[in-house]
């Protein structure tokens, strides 16, 4: 069975089974612990299993059963190397075999990141009325719909000005949707205060609320939350023994056939749907550094003016405070670089919370306070107010060169004077 | 009229933006009529009467007293409504009742209603001043034997005082047996009190409608369900804990000599999609955070020399980061230029959108939100809502001016129509209109 007892401190034998029995059930829909066994092997009986698992995780498309064998050996293997797989080359371009390289494709996706717990998290099921307390989900750049919609051709200007019409009456209702959607929270909570088993929640969610007024549903929350504990004991218990998977998985590897040098191994290629819009993205981010930068040299501008006139006697004193201060404001500027190279937390809290009605002022620091959230959230408004207007002025003044340029013409604003008043012709 | 690869992208663009809202809207509709459906009279239909009363009455130490006065006690003019927990089996998926539990089902309904029915009217009789409020009535108005059990469904107080009894209002009655055994004292009882008091009963079917205002802080969570749940917070809490054991650390040194192994394969030099994902989004993330530094440091009072002095050195080196940035991006950019472009099989490239910017942990882990009142909550959604469309605004006012304001200058001669457009648009977020006016070089005779 290939299973070697490396005898680092790990219980015996029977570890590694049981370790593989914990990973096949905290995965959803996970397969057997024998399809691993046999897919260490090159067996082809695991490669669907196999097969049906990875695409499960990697791409958001519903599962296909009518789709052909071959055709997800391509889309598996093309989804595996946009996200960087190394031995993409190995992948099965067909149906049939290729259940070791799935095997070692699972256990690349499973080292790289937390793959279990972000699955659990993904499908967690919720028990109480949620509010994410950051919005960072809405920084991924909102996608183009997918290829296929239409394929229209130049559009009218007013078009456009209907479309944005149309959001922006949206928006208004999805406001008032809203507003009612809280009140009717608020008064769910109060009205079940005291009701909860738990002191410190003390009144119910909703979804508590809805199983207590549906037993079947009820029931199927019920069954729902147990199936995911178990999932969640079998994540802990993987962890525990995940040692003994990692080397086993090294065995794996030294069962695979060396290299072969007549298939050289295909780059990964970007996909095409994919370039139009990450080549958007990149040019309008340009454009916002360029921005910026512009902007850090204009004001750093005038100071530096300031301290070389001011700058009189140069002691060695001073010298020495400016590299102090040079080494501080170095070391500051290399943290916040830390920040967005390798993302640490944010110091705002993120993820969704529970929400809970609680009247006390200071609930012993159980939880995140609505106030601190909302302060958080104006100031983010006030940031994205201003940058908006600062975006609006600029194009207000590229349009009033323009204007400038036209003779002839009025232009009169709806609410503040005229735009440049532009010098009339011969009267 | 636009060109047309403009207006593809700007169409695209705007239906994206339409799609995100209405998407929202029916999650929002979907939740408003769960809790709208939740304020109204529970449908009594939907719910069969608990069994847990005779269930509970039957695990109550001072077993033997009839179910009956229990319920009501707790009750007040109806039954408390808690879950039927899933039946014998705790853990059975749900599964439909066979006929005899529906036939006893309804046999316990109808005698506890009458039970409640029969109480409603002697503590009516009895105590009038007392049955203005359900608890103070259900507390005081309690002719039946007297239960050791406090009729605490009642506030808060009563709710802990009714969770610290056996009374798990998860059904565990260990059989059809049990459940029956107060069934036919309660029929007995209730008729025959029935028969002196049916007169004053008044209104028959308002005990029975269920409403969250009035009654909703005598719900009980099944004990099942409380159990589960908080294994649940549990486990969840440990599964985020990033403590480090030494299982840990050498699973974790396994885990990276595993991966440096396999990726022994001559490392292509081309970037993968996730990677030029990762990298745009890095730098996202590095130009809001630099924006928000220079902000910061534009925003603070001047100071002394000093403070000047570290001012300028750190708008200095804001800029030089700035200028790095440009450059990795303008790297990036060759590399996507210069990628062959490779048919997607079908569908949309797969990609798990990374919550809360790059490397940071999704790991969930339990979390709460406190409000003190409908108000503040209304007014947090708000807030949240507005952020959420600034962001939008100021995503398609990117877009927007990136492909019109090109159109606008370029076109000869000036199309007057698309400048007003493209004005509003850009300028005013398509709120106002701005008017423009020729002027006639002709004095008016």
Redo the contacts between chains.
């Keep these: 069975m290939g299973r070697r007892r490396r005898g680092?401190?790990a219980a015996g034998v029977g570890a590694l089974p049981e370790a593989i029995a914990a990973l096949s059930r905290a995965l959803p829909g996970g397969p057997s612990p024998e399809t691993f066994r046999r897919a260490k092997f090159d067996r082809p009986e695991a490669v669907p299993a196999l097969r049906r698992l990875l695409l499960g995780l990697?791409?958001?498309?519903p599962e296909d059963g009518a789709a052909d064998p071959d055709?997800q050996a391509?889309?598996l293997r093309?989804?595996l190397?946009?996200?960087?797989?190394?031995?993409g080359?190995r992948l099965p371009e067909s149906g049939a075999g290729g259940s070791r390289e799935l095997l070692?494709a699972l256990?690349?996706l499973l080292?790289?990141e937390?793959l279990l717990?972000?699955l659990?998290?993904r499908a967690?099921?919720q028990?109480g009325d949620e509010?994410t307390?950051?919005?960072?989900?809405?920084?991924?750049?909102?996608?183009?719909?997918?290829h296929g919609?239409?394929?229209?051709?130049?559009?009218?200007?007013?078009?456009?000005?209907w479309?944005?019409?149309?959001?922006?009456i949206?928006?208004r209702?999805?406001?008032s949707?809203?507003?009612?959607?809280?009140?009717?929270?608020?008064?769910?909570h109060?009205?079940?205060?005291?009701?909860?088993?738990?002191r410190?929640?003390g009144h119910?969610s909703?979804p508590?609320?809805?199983?207590?007024?549906?037993?079947?549903g009820?029931?199927?929350?019920?069954?729902r939350?147990?199936c995911?504990?178990k999932r969640?004991?079998a994540?802990?218990q993987w962890?525990?023994c995940?040692?003994l998977f990692?080397?086993w998985?090294?065995s794996v590897?030294v069962t695979c056939p060396p290299?072969e040098a007549s298939r050289p191994?295909t780059?990964?290629?970007?996909?095409?749907?994919?370039?139009s819009p990450?080549?958007?993205?990149?040019?309008?981010?340009?454009?916002?550094?360029?921005t910026?930068?512009e902007?850090?040299?204009e004001?750093?501008g005038p100071?530096?003016v300031?301290?070389e006139a001011?700058a009189g006697a140069r002691g060695p004193e001073l010298e020495a405070w400016?590299q102090m201060?040079?080494m501080?404001?170095?070391r500051?500027?290399v943290a916040?670089?830390q920040?967005?190279?390798?993302?640490?937390?944010?110091p705002q809290?993120?993820?969704?919370?529970?929400?809970?009605?609680?009247?006390a002022a200071v609930?012993a620091g159980?939880?995140?306070?609505?106030?601190e959230?909302?302060g958080v959230?104006?100031s983010?408004?006030a940031?994205?107010?201003?940058?908006?207007s600062q975006?609006?002025a600029?194009?207000?003044q590229?349009?009033a060169r323009?204007?400038g340029a036209?003779p002839?013409?009025?232009?009169?604003?709806?609410?503040h004077g005229r735009?440049a008043p532009?010098p009339?012709?011969?009267? | 009229?636009?060109?047309?690869d403009s207006?593809?992208?700007?169409?695209?663009?705007?239906?994206?933006?339409?799609?995100?809202?209405?998407e929202?809207?029916r999650e929002?509709?979907r939740?408003?009529r769960?809790?709208?459906?939740?304020?109204r009279a529970?449908d009594p239909a939907?719910?069969?009467a608990p069994e847990p009363s005779p269930g509970r009455a039957s695990e109550d130490p001072a077993a033997g007293k009839p179910a009956s006065p229990a319920s009501p006690a707790h009750g007040g003019a109806a039954p408390p409504?808690?879950?039927?927990?899933?039946p014998p089996a705790p853990?059975?998926?749900?599964r439909t009742p066979t006929p005899q539990e529906l036939k006893e089902l309804e046999l316990l309904t109808q005698a506890l209603e009458k039970a409640v029915r029969v109480r409603k009217d002697i503590s009516k009789a009895g105590q009038r001043s007392k049955t203005a409020s359900l608890k103070s009535g259900s507390q005081a108005a309690a002719p039946a034997p007297a239960t050791a059990v406090p009729p605490g469904a009642s506030?808060?107080a009563g709710?802990?005082a009714a969770?610290t009894r056996p009374s798990r209002g998860g059904c565990r009655a260990s059989g059809p047996a049990r459940t029956m055994t107060p069934g036919p004292q309660a029929t007995k009882t209730g008729p025959g009190l029935r028969d002196q008091h049916e007169p004053p009963s008044a209104d028959p079917h308002s005990p029975e409608v269920f409403r969250?205002?009035e009654k909703?802080?005598?719900?009980?969570?099944?004990s099942?369900?409380?159990k589960?749940?908080?294994?649940?917070t549990r486990?969840?809490t440990?599964?985020?804990s990033t403590s480090m054991g030494d299982?840990?650390d050498?699973?974790a040194a396994?885990?990276?000599?595993?991966?440096q192994?396999?990726?022994a394969?001559?490392?292509?030099?081309?970037?993968?999609?996730?990677?030029?994902?990762a990298e745009?989004?890095?730098?996202?993330?590095?130009?809001s955070?630099?924006?928000?530094?220079?902000?910061e440091?534009?925003a603070a009072d001047p100071g002394d020399?000093?403070q000047?002095?570290?001012?300028?050195?750190?708008?200095?080196?804001?800029?030089a980061?700035?200028?790095e940035?440009?450059q990795r991006?303008?790297d990036?950019?060759t590399v996507?230029?210069e990628?062959?472009?490779?048919?997607?099989?079908?569908?949309?490239?797969?990609?798990?959108?990374l919550?809360?910017?790059?490397?940071?942990?999704?790991?969930?882990?339990?979390?709460?939100?406190?409000?003190?009142?409908?108000r503040?909550?209304?007014?947090?959604?708000?807030?949240?809502?507005?952020?959420?469309?600034?962001?939008?605004?100021?995503?398609?006012?990117?877009?927007l001016?990136?492909e019109?304001?090109p159109l606008?200058?370029r076109t000869e001669p000036?199309d007057?129509?698309?400048?007003r457009?493209?004005?509003?648009?850009?300028?005013?977020?398509?709120q106002?209109?701005?008017?423009?006016?020729?002027?006639e070089?002709e004095?008016v005779d």
Aim: glycine share 6%; hydrophobic share 40%.
């Design positions: 680092s401190g990697l791409s958001s498309l055709g391509r889309l093309s989804a190397c946009a996200r960087g797989y190394p031995r080359a070692l256990a690349w080292a790289r937390p717990e972000r659990l998290a967690r099921v028990l509010v307390a950051c919005q960072c989900e809405l920084q991924a750049r909102p996608c183009p719909p997918a919609v239409d394929t229209e051709g130049p559009v009218d200007i007013r078009f456009l000005q479309l944005m019409g149309k959001l922006q949206r928006w209702t999805l406001a949707s809203q507003w009612e959607h809280c009140a009717l929270l608020g008064q769910i109060a009205y079940t205060q005291g009701c909860h088993s738990d410190e929640l119910l909703v508590e609320t809805e199983a207590l007024r549906d037993p079947e009820g029931q199927q929350l019920l069954w939350l147990q995911e504990n969640l004991e994540a802990l962890r525990r995940e040692l990692w080397q998985m090294d590897l290299e191994p780059p990964p290629r970007l996909s095409g749907l994919l370039l990450v080549s958007r993205e990149l040019e309008l981010l340009s454009r916002e550094l360029q910026l930068q902007g850090l040299r004001a750093a100071l530096r300031a301290w001011r400016q201060v040079q501080a404001v170095t500051e500027l916040l670089k920040t967005w190279e390798h993302g640490r937390a944010p809290p993120h993820g969704p919370c529970r929400l809970v009605q609680s009247q609930p159980l939880g995140l306070q609505a106030a959230l909302m959230l104006r983010q408004e940031c994205l107010e201003e940058a908006l975006l609006q600029q194009c207000q590229e349009l323009l204007s036209l002839g013409l009025l232009w009169i604003l709806p609410s735009l532009t009339s012709g011969t009267r | 009229m636009l060109p047309a207006s593809r992208r700007l169409v695209a663009e705007l239906r994206g933006a339409l799609d995100a809202c209405a929202r809207q929002l509709e939740s408003l769960v809790s709208r459906r939740l304020l529970w939907e719910t069969p409504r808690t879950v039927r927990g899933p853990a059975l998926p749900p506030g808060r709710s802990r969770e969250l205002k909703g802080t005598l719900l009980q969570l099944p099942a369900y409380r589960a749940a908080s294994l649940n486990l969840w440990q599964l985020s299982a840990r050498a699973a396994a885990k990276n000599r595993f991966l192994t396999l990726q394969a001559p490392a292509s030099s081309t970037l993968s999609v996730a990677e030029v994902e745009v989004a890095r730098l996202r993330a590095a130009c955070l630099l924006r928000l530094r220079q902000d440091v534009l020399w000093k000047e002095y570290r001012r300028l050195l750190t708008l200095d080196g804001l800029g980061m700035a200028t940035c440009l991006l303008q990036l950019r996507v230029a990628q062959q472009p490779e048919p997607w099989p079908e569908g949309r490239p797969p990609g798990t959108p919550p809360c910017g790059p490397g940071t942990d999704p790991l969930w882990h339990p979390q709460r939100l406190l409000y003190s009142s409908t503040e909550l209304q007014a947090l959604a708000d807030l949240r809502l507005r952020v959420a469309m600034l962001k939008q605004q100021l995503h398609l006012q990117k877009v001016m990136a019109l304001l606008v200058c000036p007057l129509a698309l400048c457009a493209a004005h509003s648009l850009l300028c005013e977020g398509g106002h209109f701005l008017c423009v006016l020729r002027d070089a004095p």
